[in-house]
Every structure is written in C-alpha cells, then in structure tokens.
C-alpha cells in the first residue's frame, strides 16, 4: 500500500500526478480522511475512473505530455507521479518543478510500471533535480517499481 510512506499531519495536503485515476485514490483519500488531509489531482491524457470525494481539493486536466503538473509553490507535503515520469517529454524540467512544489523535508513518491523506465536514470534524474535520500522498493505494489526521494531542508535548492 502506497500509504505506508505517508506520514501525515492534521490538514495534510498532497498532490497526485497520474496518466490513470484508479484504486490508488481511493487508498490515498479512505487513509487521508481521519487527518482532514487534501488532495490535488494533475490528470494526464489516459484512462481516469470518476471519483467524487470531500478529500479531493483541485482537479486539473494536464493536456499533454509537454506540459507541467499543476502545483503551487511549496504546498504539497507529499507528491506522488504515478505512471507519467517516463512519458513526458522533458522529465529533468518536470521533476524540478515539482520539487518548488513541496514543502522543506517532504517526499516525493514515483510508482511506475516495472520495466516502463530505467531505475538509475530515474535516481539519476533526481539527484540533478536536488532530490537526495532516494530509495527504490521493488516490492511494496505488485507489478510497480516505486522510488521515494526527499526534498532536503537547506540542501541544494532546498529552501
């Protein structure tokens, strides 16, 4: 369960980036719940079930590849990029922007199919973007790879 590597706070709010809106929200928003947490949503071009939830703040329609996942500026406690890194078209940009994103000393959390994507380039990618602490677990979601990588208080771009 994806859950296990949150660690939430009264009023947590994280962001999910997806190319498919699936169960996992449903996970993130029954765990989120008892913390009054929020979530934002950055749905890329793919297969999105509906979902309705008080736990679901914005809902963004991201229109390609090309383009960022929506955030705002140290607002995420938690980012999760589930099965998109390895389709857009500037991955290196993409994961930057995220990290202006997240607040000081929080997470982000790739899941991606196993296979999809070489797992050093993606620890490659995310040292050039400032995130430190990375670690691949290869058997957490049957089926994915997930690599969790941290954005550091005062560290490189970190403040």
Do not use: C
Request: a negative charge; hydrophobic letters at 45%; proline letters at 5%.
């Amino acid at each position: 369960m994806i859950t296990q590597l949150l660690h939430p706070t009264p009023n947590t709010k994280i962001m999910l980036i997806t190319s498919h809106l699936d169960a996992m929200i449903e996970e993130l928003t029954v765990f989120l719940a008892p913390y009054e947490g929020l979530i934002d949503l950055s749905l890329f071009p793919g297969e999105h079930q509906d979902f309705t939830h008080p736990g679901i703040h914005k809902v963004h329609v991201i229109k390609d590849y090309k383009s960022p996942a929506f955030g705002v500026p140290r607002d995420y406690a938690s980012v999760i990029v589930q099965d998109v890194l390895h389709l857009h078209e500037s991955p290196l940009k993409f994961l930057q922007l995220i990290y202006r994103t997240l607040l000081n000393a929080t997470e982000i959390i790739i899941v991606q199919k196993k296979g999809s994507m070489n797992i050093s380039e993606v620890e490659a990618l995310l040292d050039q973007s400032e995130f430190r602490a990375t670690n691949t677990i290869y058997d957490l979601l049957e089926g994915y790879d997930v690599i969790v990588a941290k954005k550091m208080h005062m560290w490189g771009a970190g403040l």
